[in-house]
């Protein structure tokens, strides 16, 4: 791995980032420090963040992992508050902390999952950025990152609220872009496809198969894939892309 000093896209960084004990989460932070940032893996699973966390460590990268709900607006505040303290700044920060909840039609979608799925899936990555952006532009600019889905571009039946936070999340996104561009804090989106993660368990073989079949590449991504684009978004090559919504979906929405 590349030090904090060393030459990699993100040396020298400090960088957050939600929901990172599994999945998409997990291989953001490892590619971070491979890059050279100082990472906070946040999540509510503690046991695997702290692994997450250890993993890099051996493998000479740098982080620690800190317990935070992304629902909650304080727990947010305290994140940045931890990084800041830890790492000395903050630069760079991966809202992607999110749930798949209950697959129901419109009609029947309860009121208490689809305010869970808001929470966490929309809410969340608001008072991420609320809670964020005040320490990067204090450390002079920086870059912010929000994992939505191809379902913030087209629907999906059976996920009215996971289809509607992650439509939020790109308006929100591309919100926090313009108002900050002059300040110096860039903010992207990024559109996975499906990708192989625990998220996807509840799915049975049969539909995970369909749904393979409905990525024109033929197959489910891979966590490391969104990463690697992730990491390019939140790293200074991606100097002149701010408030772009950025599909890493093996060309669903070709269809
Ligand atoms: N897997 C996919 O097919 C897919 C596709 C598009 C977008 N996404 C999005 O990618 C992100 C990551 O999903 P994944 O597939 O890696 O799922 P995952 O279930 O493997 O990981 C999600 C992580 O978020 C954590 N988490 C859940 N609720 C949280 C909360 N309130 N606060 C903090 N952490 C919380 C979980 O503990 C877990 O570690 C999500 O936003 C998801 O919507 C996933």
């Known amino acids: 791995m590349s030090s904090a ?5 993100l040396a020298g960084k400090v960088a957050v980032v ?3 004990s599994s999945g998409i989460g997990k291989a953001i932070a490892e590619d971070y420090a ?3 940032a100082s990472v906070v893996v ?5 046991a695997a963040g702290e692994a997450v966390a250890a993993a890099i460590t051996a493998a000479g990268g740098t982080a620690s992992y800190r317990h935070s709900d992304a629902a909650d607006p304080e727990a947010a505040e305290a994140l940045v508050r931890f990084a800041v303290e830890r790492y000395g700044a903050l630069h760079v920060a991966c809202n992607n902390a999110g749930i798949a909840g209950e697959s129901n039609p419109t009609a029947d979608y309860s009121v208490a999952g689809w305010h869970k799925v808001i929470d966490v899936n929309l809410n969340g990555v608001f008072y991420g950025m609320r809670a964020q952006i005040p320490a990067i532009l204090a450390a002079g600019g920086g870059a912010i990152v929000n994992v939505a889905s191809i379902l913030g571009q ?3 039946a059976g996920a009215p609220a996971y289809v509607a936070a992650k439509h939020g999340v790109v308006g929100l996104s591309k919100n926090a872009a313009m108002e900050y561009a002059q300040a110096g804090v ?3 989106v990024v559109g996975p496809g499906f990708i192989a993660t625990p998220l996807l368990k509840d799915l049975g073989d049969d539909l995970l198969a369909a749904i393979a079949a ?3 590449i033929g197959r489910l991504g891979t966590s490391e894939e969104v990463a690697g684009l992730v990491t390019f978004l939140s790293s200074d090559k991606a100097s002149f892309v701010t408030g772009s919504y950025v599909a ?3 060309g669903y929405l070709t269809r």
């Open 154 to 156: 087209v629907g999906f």
């Open 5 to 9: 000093t060393g030459s990699g896209l």
């Open 42 to 46: 946040a999540d509510v699973n503690d």
């Open 186 to 188: 860039r903010v992207n």
């Open 34 to 36: 491979r890059e050279g």
């Open 248 to 250: 890493v979906d093996g």
């Open 18 to 20: 939600t929901g990172a």
């Open 214 to 216: 409905m990525h024109p």
